[in-house]
T-cell receptor, first 114, second 113 residues
Framework: DVKVTQSSRYLVKRTGEKVFLECVQDMDHENMFWYRQDPGLGLRLIYFSYDVKMKEKGDIPEGYSVSREKKERFSLILESASTNQTSMYLC?????????????FGEGSRLTVL | AQSVTQLDSHVSVSEGTPVLLRCNYSSSYSPSLFWYVQHPNKGLQLLLKYTSAATLVKGINGFEAEFKKSETSFHLTKPSAHMSDAAEYFCVVTSYNFNKFYFGSGTKLNVKP
């Protein structure tokens, strides 16, 4: 089974702190994604990556950056956390072109910024 | 352009009665469509997918969905609801190269005893 692992399920950080959210997938997928999920707003794409060192902005990239140095790992970085970044963050991966498009999700990381 | 509309934000059914969660899509090409389920504080799990094969798709836990091109719909159904089906459900359409995914706003299913 494909497994997408997010390093932290729950985090509490202070305003201004730098936050790293890590995501690892074990199926050699080309595509990886970071979403944030907020009540009433559904899932919104922050960034995605279709190859190592490649990234594209999603719908809400402001205040976030990403890193993909290895194919299996996709990190989301909050350079200076703010209270409006309190949210559930979901990482996902997919095979990409040649696959059937299915997204595989991690369990999510719930971030609280005080 | 691709988009997905889930017509109901909340659906409430009694245990043992049928479930219908509605989804309409817009796509400029033959789409791939998915339904995902999310239980509280969990990630999303694939229920079923349509990828241009049979229009009636069977998924896990007794769910199925029918792709109707003429109606641009992909409604999710289950003949008999179970308490464990209470969750949020998302309809999703993907781009032709599977690099982008368009999520509906979600439907919360409540199952009453």
């Amino acid at each position: 089974d494909v497994k997408v692992t997010q390093s932290s399920r729950y985090l509490v950080k202070r305003t201004g702190e730098k936050v790293f959210l890590e995501c690892v997938q074990d199926m050699d997928h080309e595509n990886m994604f970071w979403y944030r999920q907020d009540p009433g707003l559904g899932l919104r794409l922050i960034y995605f990556s279709y190859d190592v060192k490649m990234k594209e902005k999603g719908d809400i990239p402001e205040g976030y950056s990403v890193s993909r140095e290895k194919k299996e790992r996709f990190s989301l970085i909050l350079e200076s956390a703010s209270t409006n970044q309190t949210s559930m963050y979901l990482c996902a991966s997919s095979l990409g072109t040649g696959g059937t498009g299915e997204l595989f999700f991690g369990e999510g990381s719930r971030l609280t910024v005080l | 352009a691709q988009s997905v509309t889930q017509l109901d934000s909340h659906v409430s059914v009694s245990e043992g009665t049928p479930v219908l969660l509605r989804c309409n899509y817009s796509s400029s090409y033959s789409p791939s469509l998915f339904w995902y389920v999310q239980h509280p504080n969990k990630g999303l799990q694939l229920l079923l997918k349509y990828t241009s094969a049979a229009t009636l798709v069977k998924g896990i836990n007794g769910f199925e969905a029918e792709f109707k091109k003429s109606e641009t719909s992909f409604h999710l159904t289950k003949p008999s609801a179970h308490m464990s089906d209470a969750a949020e459900y998302f309809c999703v359409v993907t781009s032709y190269n599977f690099n982008k995914f368009y999520f509906g706003s979600g439907t919360k299913l409540n199952v009453k005893p």
